[in-house]
């Protein structure tokens, strides 16, 4: 089948490797109908990788159809129409339940191959951006899609939509919220919609480039770039910042400047990749200010119950944020146009 394949810094290819088969009997293959290049697989992209391993298939935001099954699958049949979260899980210990898959016990435990449990981030657990995909534990791992939800919507609530509704909950948006969202990529941009699902009276949005701001406004947020941002919200807020504060841009200028956009005792929600190992927390900021820090990986599962019902009512459209449709035979000029920001790319969708 054909795959695109990480070989190193801006050399991701196009290659035939072999076809996915059963490993488990809880396996599934599904064929992908659609995948898409996310933020994290540019940072792949460009040499910031996850591990050391080159070789491997990318991507981890993907929907198809399952064509194969395991003897030990239960609940899911040739034919099913399936989403697949970015990160797989057992499915079957208490935070898996519960809806903490982040915290599986059998895929977060130490001795668990680092990794292994991300699709597409190194060859313990190939990625989707392919012809066809082994699903682990394919009766949790491989979700049914809604009837009223699309493929294109499907896809994005693999990783995007779901982290979207995460970082929200992170920040703390409640009704009445003055919101600032720091990134106005995919997972910002639908960030803004989630944040006037959630009750938000206005939404500002920070960013450096004008045609993601121009974007942003098209959203109903109030867009700003990163040097008129501070002096602008403390006017319009006469002084009271921000309730809630995401940052979503994966950097420390975009981290730093949070602290100074969130209001007393307010609240600061970290899901952009960021790729620093430290950071130099404003203390004496965070203790006079009385503010709350948080952030971590997304447990995608958790929020399709959330996210379902908006999409089917309309409210939410996460699709708007896709830019380009192309076919995965065209995925490595994907990459290198969503590398540049060519033609205005945002959000590509691969058709195998």
Not at 19 to 37: L, T
Not at 260 to 277: D, F, K, N, S, Y
Request: net charge neutral; charged share 20%; aromatic share 6%.
């Amino acid at each position: 089948m054909k795959a695109l394949v990480y070989r190193g810094p801006k050399a991701i290819e196009l290659e035939d490797v072999p076809d996915p088969s059963i490993a488990d009997e809880r396996d599934v293959i599904v064929e992908v109908k659609a995948c898409s290049i996310c933020g994290s697989d540019l940072h792949i992209f460009r040499g910031h990788t996850f591990t050391e391993d080159v070789g491997y298939c990318v991507g981890h935001e993907a929907v198809g159809e399952i064509v194969e099954v395991g003897k030990g699958v239960q609940n899911r049949k040739v034919g099913d129409r399936v989403m697949m979260p970015g990160a797989i899980c057992c499915g079957a210990c208490g935070p898996c339940l519960a809806g903490f898959v982040t915290r599986c016990v059998r895929t977060a435990r130490p001795d668990f191959a680092m990794y292994a449990n991300c699709y597409g981030i190194s060859s313990a657990l190939q990625g989707s951006q392919a012809q066809a995909l082994r699903v682990p534990n394919g009766d949790f791992n491989a979700h049914l899609i809604p009837d009223g939800v699309t493929t294109e919507q499907a896809v994005l609530m693999t990783d995007a939509a779901s982290t979207a509704w995460f970082g929200c909950e992170l920040a703390k948006v409640q009704p009445g919220a003055a919101v600032g969202i720091l990134g106005a990529g995919p997972i910002g941009l639908i960030a803004i919609e989630i944040s006037f699902v959630l009750g938000a009276s206005r939404v500002f949005v920070i960013d450096p480039v004008p045609e993601r701001r121009a974007m942003a406004e098209t959203f109903g947020a109030i867009a700003f770039s990163p040097d008129e941002a501070e002096e602008s919200i403390r006017e319009t807020t006469r002084g009271f910042m921000l309730d809630s504060v995401l940052e979503a841009a994966g950097s420390e200028a975009a981290l730093r400047q949070a602290f100074r956009l969130a209001g007393r005792e307010r609240t600061i929600g970290v899901i952009g990749v960021i790729g620093i190992q430290t950071f130099a927390l404003p203390f004496r900021r965070l203790m006079q200010q009385g503010l709350t820090l948080s952030g971590g990986p997304c447990p995608i599962p958790k929020f399709y119950p959330k996210l379902i019902p908006q999409i089917q009512q309309g409210r939410l459209r996460p699709e708007k944020v896709i830019t380009a449709r192309r076919p995965l035979t065209e995925g490595v000029q994907a990459y290198r146009d969503a590398d540049e920001r060519a033609n205005g790319t945002l959000k590509t969708i691969l058709i195998p």
